[in-house]
């Protein structure tokens, strides 16, 4: 049982370059949801997903986009990579939206 | 508006003291409220979580406590330990699909 994973853990990207960050879990959890977590601010919320086929912009959408084809992959992608979307994305899943959420390892990314 | 504030934002204990983390919150509807531990460089992990109807959850040395009427809860921590420094998360849900997070306390327990 793995729990959530992600990849890749690190990733630089220049200004304008796409890219995909992968997230899986293995509970059947229905509930997966992205977030960004920025220095001296809390977790924001960017998009979630409610169960597979069914997704919905959060917080802090804008530049990314999210597929939800099968339970247990959540991909975030970025269109055109811009410096205000370095931080570090983290993927959590839950049975439900208030359920005990678990985290995934985290990616860091750096825009140049 | 939905808001959590966690106090203070930073804090340093010697091992084996106790500590107590705040967390206010003014969100509407309250569904539950829970504490994440996250450790530098790796994701948040569940401490606790209480709905309305519950004052007090114990997770080992941490200890929750929530007071509906004053939208307060608490995080104590019993006999620190040097492990236990990372940053604490306080979580509202709002309703059945939002959670506001608060931007966390960081601890550091120092020998």
């Known amino acids: 049982n793995a729990g959530v994973t992600q990849t890749p853990k690190f990733q630089v990207l220049k200004t304008g370059q796409s890219m995909t960050l992968q997230c899986a879990q293995d509970?059947?959890?229905?509930?997966m949801s992205w977030y960004r977590q920025d220095p001296g601010m809390g977790l924001r919320l960017i998009h979630y997903?409610?169960?597979?086929?069914?997704?919905d912009q959060g917080e802090v959408p804008n530049g990314y986009n999210v597929s939800r084809s099968t339970t247990e992959d959540f991909p975030l992608r970025l269109l055109s990579a811009a410096p205000s979307q370095t931080s570090v994305y983290f993927c959590?899943?839950?049975?439900?939206?208030?359920?005990?959420?678990?985290f995934g390892p985290g990616t860091r990314l750096t825009v140049l | 508006k939905n808001q959590v504030e966690q106090s203070p934002q930073s804090l340093i204990i010697l091992e084996g003291k106790n500590c107590t983390l705040q967390c206010n919150y003014t969100v509407s509807p309250f569904s539950n409220l829970r504490w994440y531990k996250q450790d530098t460089g790796r994701g948040p992990v569940s401490l606790t979580i209480?709905?309305?109807?519950?004052n007090t959850k114990s997770n080992g040395r941490y200890t929750a406590t929530l007071d509906a009427d004053t939208k307060q809860s608490s995080l104590h921590i019993t006999a620190s330990q040097l492990s236990d420094s990372a940053s604490y998360i306080c979580v509202v849900s709002v309703g059945f699909q939002k959670l506001v997070f608060g931007t966390g306390t960081r601890l550091l327990v120092s020998p």
């Open positions: 997903s409610v169960g597979a086929g069914i997704t």
């Open positions: 959590a899943s839950s049975g439900t939206a208030i359920n005990e959420q678990f």
């Open positions: 209480m709905t309305f109807s519950e």
């Open positions: 509970m059947n959890h229905e509930y």
